[in-house]
């Protein structure tokens, strides 16, 4: 299959962006599952036949319709630090690899970026700042992450804590999507209709041009603040998070030992103690340096923020990275993404402690959601045993009324972003009716008059 298909793409793209190395296809088809014991063995072994890396968008559009004509798959890769198999091609086909596709159009006088796919969200947020912009969230991958991907496969970041999450106070204005019809078109989504594409894991369109609300640049200075006890730590984060007379960016909590894993700033860190992780606009340091201790916090770090290339650059150990970090100290740890009650959620970090002991340790990340309630989001640290145990948990955690977004799933269903409204999977039908972009990341879809 492999030969036929390579050559019938380089009819199409210069054969030099026809992939068909191994190792190279390998890496291509992959991202960051191995996160989860659970889908580690599932999706090693999964791999597309041909990457194709196009670099217009007609190229794209002559990809696609090669692709129908054939019935082969097409599986869309940004930069592949997906989380959950995301970009995992299931059953073989063409890796769509958008990295060529990187240009910045322009920032448009009202702070819009106007961009391909493949730009880098790091490179962004640099230019933007050059112009007197910043990113209004940003997941922890910034260097590396794809606006395109972020846009199919992620939902927030640093900055969530002031401007929510992608789908929220229409970060998102536009884009232009590919579609897998028979005769493959361009359609531009705009206001709500973004809404139908968004976090749908390139199952039912190929982003191929981005306008991507931006905010004023603000002058940041990263602050870390060591506590007694996870408490402190999370009533005074708490209040910096929720009381809008603060303008910040970034606002974590981690309790002993997640700190200890944070080799590279160590001397950041405390030992046995709490560590609250902020982003603070520069005018106001002082006043938080003063609020830190009064809650009875040592704030053992101060640095202003020059961009994502920054050092250190705290939010390398926020978010998803602090996953990361744990999974360095001990191979054990996996993780589990939630969304506490604003108003319950001492009660509910009583709860799963008394339940799951330190099987499972606290990471919040203050995030704002789409009413405007600044909520303990969590990427908590869960130390793994059995697939039996880690469903246990997420059980109790939702019968508690705490929201899990399944990191361990490979289908958008339980990942937590699927839309009740069904209207991703209205565009699959609409857009993709042989089922051929990303098969089987959606579930609940199936092809006209196959039976469920
Ligand atoms: C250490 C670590 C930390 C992370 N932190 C965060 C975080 O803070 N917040 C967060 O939201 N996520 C986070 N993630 C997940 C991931 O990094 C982000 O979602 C990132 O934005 C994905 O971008 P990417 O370019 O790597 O996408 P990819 O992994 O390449 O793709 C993601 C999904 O989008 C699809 N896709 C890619 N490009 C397109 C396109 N142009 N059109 C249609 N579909 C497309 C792919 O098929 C795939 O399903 C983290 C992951 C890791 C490993």
């Given amino acids: ?22 190792a190279v ?25 041909v990457a194709v890396q196009p670099v217009s968008v007609d190229e794209v559009l002559a990809v696609l319709r090669y692709a129908g004509l054939h019935q082969v798959p097409v599986t869309v890769r940004g930069a592949g630090t997906g989380n959950y198999g995301q970009c995992v091609p299931l059953e073989g086909g063409i890796v769509l690899d958008l990295s060529l596709m990187d240009k910045l159009e322009e ?19 640099s230019e933007a700042r050059k112009q007197g912009w910043e990113l209004r969230m940003y997941p922890s991958t910034l260097v590396k992450a794809s606006v395109g991907g972020f846009l199919a496969g992620g939902s927030g970041g640093i900055g969530s804590v002031a401007h929510g999450g992608l789908r929220d106070f229409d970060t998102v204005r536009a884009f232009e999507v590919v579609t897998m019809e028979e005769e493959p078109r361009i359609v531009k989504h705009e206001g709500p209709a973004v809404h139908e594409i968004l976090h749908a ?32 730590a999370f009533t005074f984060t708490e209040s910096i998070a929720t009381d809008p007379a603060w303008t910040k960016r970034l606002a974590t909590v981690f309790e002993w030992p997640i700190p200890s894993f944070f080799t590279p700033i160590k001397k950041l860190v405390r030992d046995q103690k709490s560590l609250a992780l902020v982003m603070i606009d520069a005018t106001q340091l002082e006043a938080l340096a003063t609020a830190a201790s009064n809650a009875g916090g040592e704030v053992t770090f101060t640095g202003p923020y020059d961009g994502p290339r920054t050092q250190p650059l705290l939010s390398d150990y926020t978010w998803n990275h602090t996953t990361l970090w744990a999974m360095k100290a001990d191979p054990a740890f996996t993780y589990l993404q939630c969304g506490f009650s604003a108003t319950e959620c001492r009660n509910q970090f009583r709860l799963l402690r008394e339940r799951f002991g330190r099987e499972i340790l606290f990471h919040i990340e203050f995030m704002k959601n789409g009413d405007g309630i600044v909520i303990p989001g ?14 246990e948990m997420i059980a109790f955690c939702r019968s508690i009324g705490v929201f899990v977004a399944n990191p361990h799933v490979n289908y958008l269903e339980d990942g937590g972003r699927f839309r009740p409204d069904n209207i991703q999977l209205m565009a ?16 609940s879809f199936h092809k006209q008059g196959v039976a469920p």
Avoid at 109 to 124: F, S
Wanted: aromatic share 10%.
């Fill in 25 to 49: 296809i390998d890496r291509l088809s992959h991202d960051f599952y191995w996160y989860s014991p659970v889908l580690r063995p599932r999706l090693v072994d999964k791999t597309g036949d």
């Fill in 201 to 232: 894991w390139g199952t039912n369109g190929v982003l191929t041009r981005i306008w991507f609300a931006l905010t004023p640049a603000i002058d940041w200075v990263q602050v870390t603040v060591a506590f007694e006890s996870y408490d402190q």
């Fill in 107 to 125: 920032i448009t006088a009202d702070g819009v970026a106007v961009c391909q796919p493949g730009l880098r969200l790091g490179a962004l947020e």
């Fill in 1 to 22: 299959m492999q030969d036929g298909l390579a050559a019938g793409l380089s009819t199409i793209v210069d054969s030099s962006r026809v992939v068909t190395a191994p």
């Fill in 428 to 443: 699959k039908q609409k857009y993709d009716p042989r089922g051929l972009l990303n098969p089987g990341k959606m579930i």
């Fill in 378 to 391: 969590a990427i908590p640290v869960v130390r793994f045993t059995t697939e039996d145990r880690l469903n």
